[in-house]
């Protein structure tokens, strides 16, 4: 199981009935089907899939699409590659002849098995056709098998067709099929059954940043055994969520245990002092997130059992179940009641319910169990504070092995925004022209876990001053850090500060005996107004959040304030904000707040959200009028 | 044979000495080395990077081969530093064996991990790298220091090069050169440290050791993977082979590869029924030229693979289908068909490399242009984005081996002919609704030479949201509300046949956040709408030269329809003159002026950048021009009723 196991570069959007002009498109796939065939060969299941893929270059912008490639792993054997192009001009076939086998490399995987297949079909050109067929071969039926009726372009006919023995029961589900053209038939036959999908004219399905899973729209099907007979016994695989966890826990009793000496000793010399099970637990929680490095082996059965959590402490690095192990193992071994939990991250839209399967899971964590309560650790987040899940898993449900054959499906809180928080405390002088500040970041929660890992991981090689320029972007592009303090980086505290002095030289506007000052020095959210015709698939928020600034003004010497704007405030259940200005003998005291209070935006949403953006940015632009007595 | 070009060489043999490598090692008795507090601050340093680089050959078999060790130390300070580290890649290419492979760990508490060799894993064929061993380092901890030592016999090659600076700290560099007598050199880059001889276990050696290397500065307009310190080395057995011979060689391969004696049937019968087609006899050199980029580039494909036929031309003409040395073939086929002059130009890219002709090097000779010398415009076979014009920007400025059909060449600049190909050209009208709500700006904008190569590029390439944020970019980047009420383009098709085409942006667009509120009067953020311009800053002096990607020149008249019962302050802030001559020579300017005509305020600015390189102690006058660009952004109008 791998920190992001997925990482799926379609998504969806479609309205019904909605015909697609492949005249306009540079490439786009004419047919594009898979057939499973899931049979009895003696006592074992033989899984084998046989793929289709017909395209057509309507133009010569995008001639690299004739760069193909075919995914593989250990669990997935291809056989006869057929591949070639039709050529517009003579309507002759002219075959792929190379092919060659890479190993994959890159992501968060340090090493998997996964490799690719990778060839060019030739001679491709403006009205050229490809075609590619091929068989997949899948040796572990606990693999359930997916299918998406559409892809980065365009496909004017997706056919899935599922062939399955009679003696073996099939389960699926189908996701996001409202407002497609998808037909659906099943045919009994005496040995077999035949289920098929077919769709007509699918959109393409284009990425776009910040979106939700594109699984959430991304149309497709999961298709998985429940049982099978041999001998008129039925043996179940995911015929119920017990099964789902007779898997899961058959996984964990193949963890290997060497001597667990050492990690005992470092657990028990972690907690000698701790007088609670909490602080047991944190102490723990904290020495593996600091500790140990997050590196993932991912191949062949490694991709889904713990490694032993002796070798994990001894060599310091692991991936996140080798991690959710070693805590499971140093936490009961003080005697608190930890867990092994599967759980999928907010890129898996799925429950347990709907799909009793490891398709659900794309990640490990422990769960431990304190007065009652559960604590969710997952140390893969090097700086999120004990008690917090990580971002990436609020909201989603986990499976907590509890022994044997017991289990509990829990959900994972979102955490809420007065949980994440930033306090900027600043004050304003004027110096002549030059506007002159000290300001004051505290931040909590998931704000802290953010800017610390930015800090720590995106500053590179740039001064303190280049980072905080492009980072904080106050005022505008001229604006000048000195007495950079960025704290303490190292502690696993609950708030973490920084601070520093600004000074901007051609912020301010003088005109005649009258200065203009706008106290917003920073806008938050003011670029965030969402481009309706681009952002298709949702807005994903990482987490829910309160920015307060308290800003001093110190009215110089010779002027009086003329004018103030209005306090003003927006405060809806999703997001809000609120301006208050308070004048204090010769301070001007502006106090602003602005919160999110979601996860996920929809799209129907966007344009109250977009209504929200502008009216702030009407806040926003609202300047103090200082006049020379 | 990929981009680089071998050459084939005849060798002296000579008899074998005894190896350096087979005695060096780490120390036994490792300690934790001491670091200054600067040094504490960072994520990582290295103590030492070391790398040998020995030549040899067998006593028996005369072969040659040289052996890489390569032996680092880095201390980690945090986490960052840690996972920065910790997973090893050591490539494979041209390795025949792996001589030693070690790696530890030494803690702070002086508790040594040795990497258990069982955790060593192989991967192959990835992407166009090769194969790799890889292996994660063990029992690493903050504090820790992470030693790896290894050593590999690779196949003989009389080239290679290290490079000796890198993204982090490195408290001691030591290269040491060792060619056994076989006839070789080394030459330093970046650097006014140079190679000693000496002798290391009585063998005489040259030896570089560079202390406190700190990472190349990262600044704009700079090439910085360029400046880092590097050596390059040569060694063959050949005593009369002299930088000319090595040059003539590649010549001589290059020569016999792309200058071909026919014209292959296959591209007179394309030339026959495609590109010439619909096309009248009596056509211009420059258009014949652009058909053939044009044709192609929509025909052909280039790719990376293994595949040897990549660069057969007898394959690359039927499949339509080369590597980016094989695709030059193929434009030579309709170059030699056409009967137009061209020249083969090895080159480097030099935001990685400088070229440098006084030392053969071909790791560094990876980028390949067509130079036509009757046009003075170059080909860029393996760009998309480029059609017939000037030289790729990444090229621009950086030396090249031009190469003749008779095999004569010559050391050139690639240069730009047209010093003003690239130019920006912005029409803007500006009127506001009533009550100062919103700001409305109707914008024709024309852009040439490689503005217009990127957008009609980008547009092109480019779909869904990648190519709204270039959209936006087109419109004026940095306004937050921005509303585009019309986006229109003309010439976009990427296959051109005439000269420097304009890409063309005609636009509309609304914004309420360019105008703020104070009291009863309305500030218009006009600076705003030219887009976001960089700001340079200095807080320390400059460490590179001066990188633009190409001259470029910008023209824009802007007029503010002033609404009646108005006044206007704050017009000082519109005009900003500032220049950096040298020797005479205006090399970059700012001018923005305005007048008032009636209801009309009418603002023009010409900043324009005559070359791309200016040397680095011209930085200031340099700055300020840049943030001339900057000032002018934040220009802002009050607008008071009368």
Known sequence: MKKILLFILLISQIIIGQTIDYSTEDYYYIRRTKHLKIAMDKEKISIENDVLEQTKFNSSNKLFYANENIYTDSFTEITDIEAFTIIPSTHKKMKVDHFETKDQVGGSVFYSDSKVINFVFPAVTKGAETILTYKEHINEPHFSSTFAFGSGVPIQESVYSVEVDNTIELGFSTFNFDGFDINFEKKENRKTTIYTWKANDVKEFEQSSNSLSMLKYLPHVIIYIKSYEVKNKKYPIYNHLDDLYAWNASLNKQIEKSDLSEVYQIAEDLTKNALTEGEKTKAIFNWVQKNINYVAFEYGMGGLIPRDAAKVCNKRYGDCKDMANLLYEMLNHVGIDAHHTWIGSRNKPYSHAEIPTGKVYDHMITAAFINGNIVFLDATDNYVPYGMPSAFIQGKEGMVGISDTEYKIVTVPEQVKEKNTTFIKTTITLDEDILKASQKRTMRGYEMVDFVYDVKFAKDDKTDEQYLSTKLAIGNNKTKYTNIDLGDLTAHDASYSISYDIEINNYIKKFGSKIFLNLNLEKPLSKDIIKIDTQIYGKEINHKYIRNYETTFEIPDGYTLKSIPKDISNQQEDYGYSFTFTKKENQLIANKQIYLNTLAMQNDEFEAYNNFIKSLIKAYKKSIVLEKI | ?642
């Open chain 2, 1 to 642: 044979m990929k981009k680089i070009i071998l050459i084939t060489l005849l060798l002296v043999s000579i008899s074998g000495f005894s190896q350096y490598h087979t005695t060096y090692d780490w120390s036994n008795t490792p300690i934790i080395h001491e670091i200054t507090s600067d040094e504490s601050k960072e994520s990582s340093i290295a103590i030492l990077k070391k790398e040998i680089v020995e030549f040899s050959q067998s006593k028996i078999t005369n072969d040659l081969a040289v052996f890489e060790t390569t032996h680092n130390i880095i201390r980690v300070n945090d986490e960052a530093g840690i996972a920065r580290h910790t997973q090893i890649y050591i490539p494979m290419n041209r390795v025949n064996k792996i001589v030693s492979l070690k790696a530890r760990t030494i803690n702070k508490d002086g508790k040594v991990i040795d990497l258990d060799e069982n955790n060593i894993k192989q991967i192959e064929n990835v992407d166009e790298y090769g194969d790799f061993q890889i292996f994660a380092i063990e029992g690493a901890e903050i504090d820790s220091e992470i030693e790896v030592l290894y050593t590999l016999k690779k196949d003989y090659s009389p080239f290679g090069s290290e490079t000796l600076q890198t993204d982090y700290t490195i408290q001691r560099a030591e290269m040491v050169f060792i060619t056994n007598n076989l006839l070789g050199q080394i030459k330093t880059y970046n650097t006014d440290q140079e190679f000693e001889r000496t002798y290391l276990d009585n063998m005489l050696v040259e030896e570089l050791v560079i202390s406190n290397i700190l990472p190349v500065a990262t600044e704009d307009y700079a090439a910085t993977d360029a400046n880092k310190i590097y050596a390059a080395y040569q060694c063959f057995g050949n005593p009369d082979l002299t930088q000319d011979d090595l040059w003539s060689n590649t010549v001589g391969n290059v020569a016999s590869n792309f200058f071909p004696e026919k014209t292959s049937k296959i591209v007179i019968e394309e030339i026959k029924n495609n590109i010439m087609k619909d096309e009248p006899i009596d056509i211009s050199d420059y258009k014949k030229a652009a058909l053939i980029d044009n044709y192609v580039k929509s025909n052909y494909n280039v790719v990376e693979n293994n595949n040897p036929q990549l660069e057969e031309i007898e394959f690359i003409l039927q499949n339509r289908t080369a590597s980016n040395y094989g695709i030059l073939k193929a434009y030579a086929h309709f170059l030699k068909a056409f009967d137009i002059e061209y020249e083969i130009v090895v080159t480097s890219n030099r935001y990685t490399h400088r070229f440098d002709p006084e030392f053969y090097n071909p790791s560094a000779l990876r980028e390949f242009l067509i130079y036509l010398p009757v046009l003075k415009q170059y080909i860029s076979p393996d760009r998309l984005d480029y059609r017939l014009s000037e030289a790729p920007a990444n090229i621009l400025g950086n030396y090249g081996v031009f190469i003749k059909k008779d095999m004569d060449y010559y050391f050139a600049k690639v240069s730009q002919n047209d010093p003003e190909f690239s130019r920006v050209q912005r029409v803007m009208d500006i009127s506001f609704t009533d009550d100062f709500d919103k700001v409305i700006v109707d914008e024709s904008q024309e852009y040439t030479g490689h503005w217009s190569i990127l957008y009609r590029a980008l547009m092109t390439y480019y779909t869904g949201q990648d190519k709204a944020d270039v959209e936006d970019q087109l419109t004026g980047s940095g306004i937050e509300d921005k509303h585009t009420t019309k986006f229109e383009v003309e010439n976009p098709e990427m296959n051109q046949t005439e000269y420097n085409l304009p890409y063309i942006v005609n636009s509309t667009i609304e914004s309420s956040a360019l105008i703020e509120e104070a009291g009863d009067s309305y500030i218009f953020k006009l600076g705003t709408i030219i887009g976001v311009q960089s700001e340079l800053y200095q807080e320390k002096e400059r460490a590179n030269p001066i990188e633009m990607q190409y001259p470029n020149q910008y023209n824009y008249t802007i007029t503010v329809d002033i609404p009646e019962g108005y006044t206007l302050e704050g017009l000082e802030s519109l005009e900003i003159h500032k220049e950096l001559v040298v020797d005479g020579k205006k090399l970059c300017y700012w001018k923005s002026d305005y007048t008032l005509k009636d209801n009309l305020l009418i603002i023009t600015i010409e900043e324009a950048y005559k070359v791309n390189d200016f040397p680095k102690e011209e930085y200031e006058g340099f700055r300020n021009v840049i943030n001339a660009a900057s000032d002018f952004n934040k220009a802002a109008l009050l607008f008071m009723a009368e």
